[in-house]
T-cell receptor, first 116, second 115 residues
Framework: NAGVTQTPKFQVLKTGQSMTLQCAQD?????MSWYRQDPGMGLRLIHY???????DQGEVPNGYNVSRSTTEDFPLRLLSAAPSQTSVYFC???????????????FGNGTRLTVT | RKEVEQDPGPFNVPEGATVAFNCTYS??????FFWYRQDCRKEPKLLMS???SGNEDGRFTAQLNRASQYISLLIRDSKLSDSATYLC????????????????FGKGTKLSVIP
């Protein structure tokens, strides 16, 4: 049971480069989300999705795009990387809605991104 | 902006001690509450959900006070393996559609259990 799989684990980018962080889950979760974690700031929500074709912005969406073409995948795109995007990124998924309102988030292992 | 505030820590306690963490949240309509645990350089993992009547899981007890918008976590008989950062988490419905929600994480409280 793979759970939530994030790739890559580490990445170094130069300012202005673009890249996509991949996230896939095999638990048939409706809800998927991306967080960034910075020292002293805690986890902050970037974007989330409640199902294929539906995405919405979280607390810190600027500089990031997402799409949800399938239930399993939720990639995060950085169109033009900036040093302020140096962070640890976590993808997470869960069941959502109805009787599953207490369903926990399952996190991927994280991607450590450095932008120089 | 929804806020979740936690004790800043760090908490350094000897093995066998009892330690309590507190958390307050700003949205009176928040739906669900959780404690997550995060080990250094690892992903957060669910420790326990927090129910209105309070709940216990072994050495861990969680309490919720909706009137005061306050959540607590009590750890009894601390073990070295309890050393981690504990995150208070609040879930709120959003208007994006059925099942849509956001989780807001506190900044965490670091616990170090000392031999």
């Amino acid at each position: 049971n793979a759970g939530v799989t994030q790739t890559p684990k580490f990445q170094v980018l130069k300012t202005g480069q673009s890249m996509t962080l991949q996230c896939a889950q095999d638990m048939n979760h409706e809800y998927m989300s991306w967080y960034r974690q910075d020292p002293g700031m805690g986890l902050r929500l970037i974007h989330y999705s409640v199902g294929a074709g539906i995405t919405d912005q979280g607390e810190v969406p600027n500089g990031y795009n997402v799409s949800r073409s399938t239930t399993e995948d939720f990639p995060l795109r950085l169109l033009s990387a900036a040093p302020s995007q140096t962070s640890v990124y976590f993808c997470a998924s869960s069941y959502s809605g109805g009787s599953r309102y207490n369903s926990p988030l399952h996190f991927g292992n994280g991607t450590r991104l450095t932008v120089t | 902006r929804k806020e979740v505030e936690q004790d800043p820590g760090p908490f350094n306690v000897p093995e066998g001690a009892t330690v309590a963490f507190n958390c307050t949240y700003s949205n009176s309509a928040s739906q669900s509450f959780f404690w997550y645990r995060q080990d250094c350089r690892k992903e957060p993992k669910l420790l326990m959900s927090v129910y209105s009547s309070g709940n216990e899981d072994g050495r861990f007890t969680a309490q919720l006070n909706r009137a005061s918008q306050y959540i607590s976590l009590l750890i009894r008989d601390s073990k070295l393996s309890d050393s981690a950062t504990y995150l208070c988490v609040v879930r709120d419905r959003t208007s994006s559609g059925a099942g849509s929600y956001q989780l807001t994480f506190g900044k965490g409280t670091k616990l170090s259990v000392i031999p």
